[in-house]
């Protein structure tokens, strides 16, 4: 492992300050073209130097002719080219003194015949000049934190802690909204491809040092360095999570998997085997994965597998209870001063038994703040499930009925879910234990968005609620060695 970051032979492919790029024109509907105005958009610092034979500018940066032609040899080659050129054109980087590059064009060793042979060009001319480069057939880097987006896509989001490295470009471009939508973010997304140089063993070893992510996320079609896959993630995970998703497990997903990377999968089982053997929580599902990050990367560690649900409807409960027991979660019987406090906060329409079904407590600020923390208090609990009713028009028409000004009403009900919000946030803190949520209700709700802003997660189901907190019960015994 190494120790900075700057070791890396992915330091400077994540975090360039300077770029040349070929591919691009003034001709929107190229690829290349797309990329780099993915870069332009987001407000890439570093110099930017593209290449192309005819035009003076594009996309209103300098052009020029060849890279043998640039004021200096930039930390970066992008090449978004036609298969057969790229070899030549990665000889003249080396020329120039570049020593990292990013391979977008496909049509090599994913396609047999002739593709395997330029594959191995450019491994050879690589090794020749020391250039280290991801792909081909990869889509390239996102790193928010650096402003740089060499992907197709718009980057759209927020700067996050979930590194991914990824055996499918696609998986880092189409994840920008959707992880935005959960309140998430990437720290880096690095697409490997064809991984002729630079691979996912080198993707997790940069994403184990680097600040910014938390947790590290895996796609993957097979592996290619198995030994050296294993060893790298026993030293990460003691440090840093790692959850992944496997896609070749399956006679139809090793058939997608070598036409889409040229990768040689195996049987599910023996992953399965691989990723108990190095500490990796093993996800069923993309989104799946990304919930396991959500609360990896935010979650405190629960000390068992004993959860407490906390519910004011009978039939969320009972759906968090089996979902609860389906995973592998324990539900414990409350302790009998538990029993006692409820007593005073629980009305008689409610069950104290586990799930605590509050009905329509006393007091409904006691839902967030009196009652958990009661729960939380309780030795047999590990973490609290709690479901979120948010009933936004209810509280807005109460404060109406009570005469509030209708242009205040606004300001105070985001006050409110903002105090309740925080006052869960606060629990966790004092007491040491993950509370995971889940509701019915959008996650463009006000409420779940002072949530999730306080560091709450929420999900949109109880059985992803329970698998997320059976994610951070399972890392918990890898780190203590059960």
């Known amino acids: ?86 070899p030549q054109v990665l000889e003249e980087c080396g020329r120039k003194g570049i020593q990292q590059a990013i391979v977008v064009s496909g049509g090599f060793s994913e396609v047999g015949g002739q593709g395997v042979e330029l594959e191995q060009q450019l491994i050879t001319i690589a090794r020749r000049y020391g250039i280290r480069f991801l792909g081909p057939n990869c889509l390239g880097v996102a790193n928010p934190h650096r402003k740089f987006n060499m992907t197709f896509l718009p980057f759209k989001g927020r700067p996050g802690f979930i590194g991914l490295a990824s055996q499918s470009g696609s998986f880092i471009t189409q994840m920008f909204g959707y992880l935005d939508r959960c309140g998430l973010g990437f720290s880096s997304g690095i697409s490997v491809g064809n991984e002729a140089n630079v691979d996912i063993v080198d993707g997790m070893q940069y994403l184990a040092t680097c600040p910014h992510t938390k947790v590290i996320a895996l796609y993957i079609e097979s592996i290619r360095r198995g030994r050296e896959f294993i060893a790298m993630a026993r030293e990460i995970v003691p440090s840093k999570p790692i959850a992944a998703f496997y896609a070749g497990g399956s006679e139809a997903g090793q058939q997608a998997g070598l036409s889409h990377t040229g990768a040689l999968a195996g049987p599910d089982a023996l992953y399965d085997g691989i990723f108990r053997q190095c500490g990796i929580i093993r996800a069923n599902s993309i989104p799946e994965l990304f919930d396991f990050c959500l609360v990896l990367g935010s979650c405190r560690r629960p000390r068992n597998n004993r959860v407490i649900v906390q519910t004011h409807s009978g039939g969320p409960g009972a759906a968090a209870a089996d979902a609860c027991s389906r995973t592998g979660l324990k539900l414990p019987r409350l302790a009998p001063n538990t029993l006692e406090k409820l007593a005073d906060l629980v009305p008689q329409t409610g069950s104290v038994s586990n799930p605590v079904d509050l009905t329509f407590s006393k007091n409904p600020m006691d839902y967030f703040e009196a009652i958990p923390n009661v729960l939380l208090a309780d030795t047999a609990a590990g973490g609290l499930l709690i479901y979120y009713l948010t009933p936004t028009r209810l509280v807005r028409r109460s404060m109406e009925n009570m005469g509030f000004d209708a242009d205040q009403i606004p300001k105070l009900t985001e006050k409110l879910f903002d105090d309740q919000a925080g006052s869960l946030a606060a629990l966790v803190k004092k007491h040491r234990k993950p509370i995971v949520g889940f509701t019915f209700q959008s996650h463009e709700n006000l409420f779940i968005q002072k949530l999730v802003k306080h560091g709450l997660p929420v999900f949109p189901s109880p059985e992803r609620a329970a698998r997320a907190m059976f994610a951070l019960v399972s890392y918990a015994q890898i780190l203590d060695g059960r």
């Not at 492992?1 to 591919?23: D, T």
């Not at 290349?32 to 035009?55: A, R």
């Not at 940066?61 to 992008?78: G, I, N, T």
């Open 1 to 86: 492992m190494i120790q900075n970051i700057k070791q890396s032979p992915l330091h400077l492919i994540v975090n360039p300050r300077s770029i040349a790029f070929f591919g691009a024109s003034n001709r929107f509907s190229a690829m290349g073209t797309n990329q780099l105005s993915s870069l332009k958009s987001l407000g890439f610092e570093g110099n930017v130097y593209p290449i192309h034979p005819q035009e003076k500018r594009v996309l209103g940066f300098r052009a020029y002719r060849s890279v043998l032609e640039l004021p200096e040899a930039p930390d970066l080659a992008v090449m978004v080219l036609p298969t057969g050129i790229v």
